[in-house]
């Protein structure tokens, strides 16, 4: 999976060192660590050109990630490299809105670490490179006329047979099996989102010959896409495990890393349970009202009856959502920052073996 949390954390450092530069007063080793900051975005962007080009840098359209073992240890040690520069980095220079960034980087950096050596995407876990070219990007961001960003999509699915190759060669002899069904069905959603869905977004390119060229290479990659789930389900799925549980530590340190949270699982779980007793008691209470002669179960089932049908629920969230808008508005809650509405759409094909629904924010 992408590392969304990562993302978040690398936009909000752009972010905040935009704005440092106009601060009243600098710590006298902001220069230093901006300077530190950009060198490791700039390298952490070129090893992830998919994710940069969500988050709006379209200098790496086109371009895929290199999963190659050798990249994949050049990248981990680039990783140790500024891990151990931010370490050794004296915060006491550094003013407060800087050195917000530096928490900021410091957990990033630490968070892909773990990712890179605990949690072992790219040995353990087919769904890494069944969903490590999207597409879409291309199609749904309206940055550059529709030829010039059709020709990224093929650039990108040109690619789409060294990404399973590295695949083949990394991942382990055995992996856990939710992890492989789900990398199947994010391959055969993708397969069948290039064959559908992505063909109707491009129905209104004039350009044959471009066109032509496009068919062929699509063709391919909806191939490679199949025969890699073909492949899951030959060699891997046979010798599955259902080993796929990160352990205690890892879910520590993940927490840790992704949201500088410092607490004992148990705590976590003391603290959840204790939201639960809260949440149902605020629910039967609620349920009586509703309904005094039932039990708060079965006024539950009763209200899980009342839903929009098939065809009126995108409508509904549409409509719920200015309602939301307009509510927020009203009562001076935030302010709206222009009159762009979100849109609400089906979840693509690809994207529905992981999500049921979701925000597809575009890049700063």
């Known amino acids: 999976m992408k590392q969304f949390l990562l993302a978040i954390g690398i936009t909000l450092l752009i972010n905040g060192c935009t704005n440092n530069e106009n601060k009243n007063s ?18 952490y962007l070129s090893w992830r050109p998919q994710n940069s080009v969500a988050l709006g840098f379209h200098e790496y359209d086109g371009k895929v990630t290199d999963y190659s073992k050798a990249s994949l240890d050049s990248e981990l040690n680039r990783l140790k490299q500024y891990d151990a520069k931010i370490a050794a980095f004296d915060t006491s220079s550094l003013s407060t809105k800087m050195f917000y960034d530096f ?36 199609i749904k961001r309206d ?8 020709k990224s999509v093929i650039a990108v699915e040109k690619e789409m047979p060294k990404v399973f190759t590295a695949a083949k060669a990394n991942l382990a002899d055995t992996l856990a099996k939710p992890l492989i069904e789900t990398a199947m069905d994010i391959a055969k959603g993708s ?22 060229l496009f068919k062929e290479t699509n063709n391919n990659a909806i191939t490679e896409l199949n025969g890699f ?31 500088d949270i410092d607490m004992a699982p148990e705590k976590i779980l003391e603290i959840g349970l204790a939201e639960l007793k809260r949440e ?58 222009s009159e762009v509405r979100i849109q609400v759409k089906e979840t693509p094909q690809y994207a529905r073996s992981t999500s049921t ?8």
């Open 26 to 43: 600098e710590g006298s080793g902001d220069a230093a660590f901006q300077k530190l900051s950009d060198e490791f975005l700039s390298g």
């Open 103 to 138: 928490r900021i980087l410091r957990s990033a950096i630490k968070s892909e670490l773990f990712n890179f050596e605990d949690l072992k995407p790219y040995t353990s876990n087919p769904m890494t490179y069944a969903d490590a070219i999207d597409v879409n990007t291309y």
């Open 143 to 150: 940055y550059a006329p529709l030829e010039e960003r059709l």
């Open 191 to 212: 397969a069948d989102f290039l064959k559908g869905d992505l063909l109707v977004a491009l129905k209104d390119v004039k350009n044959d010959s471009l066109m032509a």
């Open 229 to 259: 789930a073909e492949w899951l389900q030959k060699e891997k799925l046979p010798k599955a495990n259902n080993n796929y549980a990160i352990g205690e530590d890892n879910y520590h340190k993940m927490l840790l890393y992704s949201e």
């Open 280 to 337: 149902q008691d605020a629910f039967n209470a609620a349920a009586k009202i509703i309904n005094p002669s039932k039990k708060p179960v079965d006024v539950y089932y009763d209200v899980q009856k009342e839903h929009p049908s098939a065809d009126s629920l995108i409508p509904e969230a549409r409509r719920h959502l200015e309602i939301i808008r307009q509510y927020l508005i009203d009562k001076k809650i935030v302010t709206m920052p």
């Open 357 to 364: 629904a979701s925000m597809d924010m575009p890049g700063p």
